[in-house]
């Protein structure tokens, strides 16, 4: 009986061991069941991305972790058209992993025959070394020979897509958008020169990133820890350039070069009262997707904004607007030129070595005679002199958002040798930049308000938000009252002085021309028959639609700035106010008194000065 009770109690402690493993294995299997439907749920719900993307091809790959660069457009202002100045495309290279390919010859021939290249080269790069892992056999493939290539499944031969930038307008804005090249520390692209490398950082965008778990053999661990941050696409931006104006100024300025047999040409146009830049542009030009063929890497640079040199008289309203408005002539002060004046152990003489008597101030910028400017200079005095040029912005940077940009240089009006500031005030001894003498017109024309010219209108960020371009007036450097009166001054200029090529019919066009001379490098005088003829103005005078420079560097068929300069700011100024569609204002026939008094009526002053001899 005890043996029976002993026995019977054994095989219960046995089948409850069972049963308690039968549970515990199954437990084991029920945390081990729902550990993997959670890690299923983590990897669809959080990690699909990543799976997908590790399923898909490269091309989707680098969709998700490189940025697309943003886009860079011009508007057609009259319609309100977008046009794209940059945008992207892809490329694609074709590459080759030689020691997996067994017949070469056939190879080289086939892919030869398809990408329509030399089958020598092709051969040699896939026979070249021994046991070679990878050799890039040509790049830049269009798509179509690509997926033709493609089709035939040749036997070690592979391709790579990558960003890459498409310039739709050829020579027209090379200087101005800059280019693009690899950037040595990522996939992406990286912008050089111009806008592309301005905005360089606003138009790449982010790299995404991906992080796995490997094990010892490298291989992923499907159940580690992974992460994906897809790539943030760069923003757009959309430019203050009207694209039918942009490609007008282009074609002009490459013309005029070609015409005049010059060294270059630049042309900006500039909304005066709001800084906005509708056309910038230098002849020679390049392409933006062909760079590599520029032979000098400083004709990268916008001449517009980074090449300085001395105005020579289209300066000259700058410094007498200043006297203007410190009341210290008018337009109807008077003073006898008596052809030159003698300063130190120097002989200033006019352009045209004549003595003209007694002058008006109206008639020192028709004539633009340099003993009058010396006048000016005289009663303005150093430090005025100097407080306006500043004022004007004159020997600082513009800020107009591109680089590189040059500040100018006007250290020598600093010096106390009064010979630096004679030469000055007709535009020798001081450096600037077209942009900053277009600007300083600007604000002649506008009622005396410098405001910070711009070329970025809008930026579009990736996320759909927009961020505009606030225009900003950075001084007010003259009266509206002396901006009316050099207005009329400068008229009269167009009308009866050296810019009458720049006149419009039907318009008041204000303008200054100005051939200056080049000074030697080094230092020690100027060069023989070298100049650089500019011209700058803006229209319709009594309210002005546009500021505009004309410069043309050493025209080897015109001596003066009104065979050359001026003329060609005439033909701009007639299609500017015809494509804006401003209507006339003024009879046809040229008028033979000044225009001066109309525009001085209501704006009279109680300063007089007395005629004085030089």
Same mark, same amino acid.
């Given at each position: 009986?005890?043996?029976?009770?002993?026995?019977?109690?054994?095989?219960?402690?046995?089948?409850?061991?069972?049963?308690?493993?039968?549970?515990?294995?199954?437990?084991?299997?029920?945390?081990?069941?729902?550990?993997?439907?959670?890690?299923?749920?983590?990897?669809?719900?959080?990690?699909?991305?990543?799976?997908?993307?590790?399923?898909?091809?490269?091309?989707?790959?680098?969709?998700?972790?490189?940025?697309?660069?943003?886009?860079?457009?011009?508007?057609?202002?009259?319609?309100?058209?977008?046009?794209?100045?940059?945008?992207?495309?892809?490329?694609?290279?074709?590459?080759?992993?030689?020691?997996?390919?067994?017949?070469?010859?056939?190879?080289?021939?086939?892919?030869?025959?398809?990408?329509?290249?030399?089958?020598?080269?092709?051969?040699?790069?896939?026979?070249?070394?021994?046991?070679?892992?990878?050799?890039?056999?040509?790049?830049?493939?269009?798509?179509?020979?690509?997926?033709?290539?493609?089709?035939?499944?040749?036997?070690?031969?592979?391709?790579?897509?990558?960003?890459?930038?498409?310039?739709?307008?050829?020579?027209?804005?090379?200087?101005?958008?800059?280019?693009?090249?690899?950037?040595?520390?990522?996939?992406?692209?990286?912008?050089?020169?111009?806008?592309?490398?301005?905005?360089?950082?606003?138009?790449?965008?982010?790299?995404?990133?991906?992080?796995?778990?490997?094990?010892?053999?490298?291989?992923?661990?499907?159940?580690?820890?992974?992460?994906?941050?897809?790539?943030?696409?760069?923003?757009?931006?959309?430019?203050?350039?009207?694209?039918?104006?942009?490609?007008?100024?282009?074609?002009?300025?490459?013309?005029?070069?070609?015409?005049?047999?010059?060294?270059?040409?630049?042309?900006?146009?500039?909304?005066?009262?709001?800084?906005?830049?509708?056309?910038?542009?230098?002849?020679?030009?390049?392409?933006?997707?062909?760079?590599?063929?520029?032979?000098?890497?400083?004709?990268?640079?916008?001449?517009?904004?980074?090449?300085?040199?001395?105005?020579?008289?289209?300066?000259?309203?700058?410094?007498?607007?200043?006297?203007?408005?410190?009341?210290?002539?008018?337009?109807?002060?008077?003073?006898?030129?008596?052809?030159?004046?003698?300063?130190?152990?120097?002989?200033?003489?006019?352009?045209?070595?004549?003595? *003209? @008597?007694?002058?008006?101030? +109206?008639?020192?910028?028709?004539?633009?005679?340099? !003993? #009058?400017?010396?006048? $000016?200079? &005289?009663?303005?005095?150093?430090?005025?002199?100097?407080?306006?040029?500043?004022?004007?912005?004159?020997?600082?940077?513009?800020?107009?958002?591109?680089?590189?940009?040059?500040?100018?240089?006007?250290?020598?009006?600093?010096?106390?040798?009064?010979?630096?500031?004679?030469?000055?005030?007709?535009?020798?001894?001081?450096?600037?930049?077209?942009?900053?003498?277009?600007?300083?017109?600007?604000?002649?024309?506008?009622?005396?308000?410098?405001?910070?010219?711009?070329?970025?209108?809008?930026?579009?960020?990736?996320?759909?938000?927009?961020?505009?371009?606030?225009?900003?007036?950075?001084?007010?450097?003259?009266?509206?009252?002396?901006?009316?009166?050099?207005?009329?001054?400068?008229?009269?200029?167009?009308?009866?002085? *050296? @810019?009458?090529?720049?006149? +419009?019919?039907?318009?008041?066009?204000?303008?200054? !021309? #100005?051939?200056?001379? $080049?000074? &030697?490098?080094?230092?020690?005088?100027?060069?023989?028959?070298?100049?650089?003829?500019?011209?700058?103005?803006?229209?319709?005078?009594?309210?002005?639609?546009?500021?505009?420079?004309?410069?043309?560097?050493?025209?080897?068929?015109?001596?003066?700035?009104?065979?050359?300069?001026?003329?060609?700011?005439?033909?701009?100024?007639?299609?500017?106010?015809?494509?804006?569609?401003?209507?006339?204002?003024?009879?046809?026939?040229?008028?033979?008194?000044?225009?001066?008094?109309?525009?001085?009526?209501?704006?009279?002053?109680?300063?007089?000065?007395?005629?004085?001899?030089?």
């Amino acid at each position: 009986m005890s043996m029976w009770m002993h026995g019977k109690s054994h095989q219960e402690n046995s089948g409850e061991r069972i049963e308690g493993r039968f549970w515990f294995i199954y437990i084991v299997f029920f945390l081990i069941g729902c550990a993997i439907i959670v890690r299923l749920g983590y990897l669809q719900l959080y990690q699909n991305g990543f799976y997908a993307m590790l399923a898909s091809d490269q091309h989707d790959m680098q969709t998700k972790l490189i940025p697309s660069r943003g886009q860079i457009f011009a508007r057609d202002h009259i319609y309100g058209t977008l046009y794209p100045l940059a945008t992207n495309r892809t490329a694609w290279s074709v590459y080759a992993v030689p020691r997996n390919i067994v017949d070469k010859p056939t190879i080289a021939r086939t892919v030869s025959e398809v990408l329509g290249i030399s089958y020598d080269d092709i051969y040699t790069k896939l026979t070249k070394r021994d046991n070679d892992p990878y050799e890039v056999l040509i790049k830049d493939v269009h798509t179509d020979a690509v997926e033709n290539l493609k089709a035939l499944q040749l036997q070690g031969i592979g391709f790579l897509s990558q960003n890459a930038r498409l310039y739709p307008e050829k020579n027209m804005s090379g200087q101005l958008i800059g280019f693009v090249t690899d950037d040595e520390k990522s996939t992406s692209l990286k912008g050089r020169y111009g806008i592309e490398s301005s905005y360089d950082d606003i138009l790449r965008g982010r790299p995404g990133s991906m992080s796995v778990e490997k094990d010892a053999k490298g291989n992923m661990l499907s159940t580690g820890n992974t992460q994906l941050h897809p790539a943030e696409n760069g923003s757009d931006l959309i430019l203050t350039i009207d694209r039918s104006v942009q490609f007008k100024t282009c074609t002009v300025v490459a013309d005029a070069v070609k015409k005049y047999q010059a060294d270059s040409g630049t042309i900006i146009i500039m909304n005066p009262n709001t800084g906005a830049i509708l056309a910038m542009c230098s002849a020679p030009n390049f392409d933006s997707a062909d760079f590599k063929s520029v032979g000098d890497v400083a004709d990268y640079s916008n001449k517009a904004i980074y090449t300085s040199y001395e105005p020579g008289s289209v300066f000259k309203p700058i410094i007498m607007s200043s006297a203007i408005d410190a009341e210290k002539v008018t337009p109807n002060t008077t003073y006898e030129d008596m052809g030159y004046i003698n300063i130190d152990e120097y002989k200033i003489r006019n352009s045209d070595h004549a003595a *003209h @008597g007694v002058q008006t101030m +109206v008639q020192v910028l028709e004539k633009s005679l340099n !003993t #009058g400017m010396v006048f $000016v200079e &005289k009663q303005l005095g150093h430090d005025l002199f100097l407080r306006y040029i500043k004022g004007f912005g004159f020997g600082e940077k513009t800020n107009i958002g591109v680089t590189p940009e040059s500040a100018g240089d006007i250290s020598n009006i600093e010096k106390t040798s009064k010979i630096f500031m004679v030469t000055a005030s007709y535009g020798q001894g001081i450096t600037m930049t077209p942009m900053q003498i277009v600007r300083a017109y600007a604000a002649m024309g506008n009622g005396g308000k410098l405001v910070r010219p711009y070329i970025v209108d809008e930026i579009v960020h990736a996320d759909g938000s927009r961020e505009k371009t606030k225009s900003i007036v950075v001084n007010q450097v003259i009266s509206s009252r002396t901006s009316q009166l050099i207005t009329g001054m400068l008229i009269d200029v167009v009308e009866k002085g *050296h @810019g009458k090529k720049a006149g +419009v019919p039907g318009y008041w066009v204000a303008g200054k !021309t #100005g051939t200056a001379q $080049v000074a &030697k490098a080094g230092g020690g005088g100027y060069q023989k028959n070298i100049n650089i003829g500019s011209f700058a103005g803006y229209a319709p005078a009594n309210n002005p639609r546009f500021a505009m420079i004309v410069k043309i560097e050493h025209p080897r068929d015109v001596a003066w700035a009104e065979a050359s300069a001026a003329p060609i700011f005439g033909e701009m100024a007639s299609y500017l106010l015809t494509y804006m569609q401003i209507p006339p204002e003024r009879p046809l026939i040229p008028i033979k008194e000044s225009i001066v008094p109309e525009f001085i009526s209501s704006t009279t002053t109680s300063i007089t000065t007395s005629t004085k001899k030089l």
